[in-house]
């Protein structure tokens, strides 16, 4: 199983970004799909989750409204569609699929909010 984000970069208050995480070595399309993000000093926490086809999405608070996450089977990435970042956003970012019994995380991206 091999998890790869790209997308992440800096962008000022207000801005958007648009994460993705190409998936390989697992059935992808039958597998749900979280994204993460950890801040400096602080826990990993969970930002977003869709269900294998893409049906059913869930959010973290800080982030409905704001954040869109959506998938694509025939090309095996999720994404996560970021707008009206705000400071505390900055953090790196993670996907993350639960398969086999166990959870795969990819290397993270940095994404970094600041004026």
């Known amino acids: 199983v091999q998890l790869v984000e790209s997308g992440g970069g800096l962008v000022q208050p207000g801005g958007s970004l648009r994460l993705s995480c190409a998936a390989s070595?697992?059935?992808?399309?039958?597998?749900?799909m979280k994204w993460y993000r950890q801040a400096p000093g602080k826990e990993r926490e969970w930002v977003a989750y869709i269900s294998s086809g893409g049906g059913n999405t869930k959010y973290q608070d800080s982030v409905k409204g704001r954040f869109t996450i959506s998938r694509d089977n025939a090309k095996n990435t999720v994404y996560l569609q970021m707008s009206s970042l705000k400071l505390e956003d900055t953090a790196v970012y993670y996907c993350?699929?639960?398969?086999?019994?166990?959870?795969?995380w990819g290397q993270g991206t940095q994404v970094t909010v600041s004026s």
């Open positions: 070595g697992f059935i992808f399309s039958r597998s749900d």
């Open positions: 993350n699929t639960f398969y086999g019994g166990r959870n795969y």
